[in-house]
């Protein structure tokens, strides 16, 4: 075969190849470090201490699914749905949790250091006791969620919607940041805010909190505080 015309051929060959959609990920995989089960059906499954580090699970259905005491470090969960999904204990620090539907999902104790929950949805979320230093919840749907005695230090929650959200006993180390963010009805009883970036009065007069709390300069406890003792669970 002449030169020019090999050339040619294999120039053709690699626009074919280029052409050709990516390999689909195999759903049928063993849980294991960097598995792609993007896209796929995993509800309803104990996965209970797997190694998913580094693992792309983006748009995947985890609804009802146990992730307890599992590794999903620097793991890709963007636009995944963990809906009543448990993550009890899990190791996620550095994961992406980016646009995920996590109606009523449990992160209780787990470790969710410098992780991103950009956009997500996490309507009465547990992250009661949780690791989450250096996190980003900006944007999130945080209504009702549970931060108590959670590790909040250097994250934030710009623009976050924080309806009735309850950080009773959460700790606030470094610059959080809390600019625009909704704050109605959120629990703040007892919290020390005195660091917080971006909080201003007409949102500590939407919140609930009391003697004990403490606010940056400049703010003041509102008149109203504090608020009656929530009965809705």
Known sequence: MPVKLLATSL???????????????????????????????????????SDFEGANLSDTDLSQTSLKGA????????????????????KADG?????????????????????????AELQRADFTGAQLSGSSFEKAELGRT????????????????????NMVGATFGGQVSFDRAFMYLTRIEGVDLS????LEQTQIELACGDASTKLPSGLKAPAGWPCPAETDN
Do not use: H
């Open 11 to 49: 120039i053709a060959l690699g626009a074919v190849c280029a052409a050709l959609p990516a390999l689909a990920a195999d759903c049928s995989d063993t849980p294991y470090s960097g598995v792609d089960w993007s896209n796929c059906n995993k509800k309803n499954l104990m996965l209970e201490s």
């Open 71 to 90: 590794n999903l470090t620097s793991a890709n969960f963007e636009k995944a749905t963990l809906v009543r999904a448990w993550l009890e204990g899990a």
């Open 95 to 119: 994961a992406k949790f980016d646009k995920i539907e996590a109606y009523r999902s449990v992160f209780q104790n787990a470790s969710a250091q410098k992780a991103s929950f950009v956009a």
């Open 146 to 165: 549970n931060f108590s005695k959670a590790t909040l230090s250097e994250s934030k929650f710009s623009l976050a919607n924080l309806s009735r959200a």
């Open 195 to 198: 660091s917080a970036q971006g």
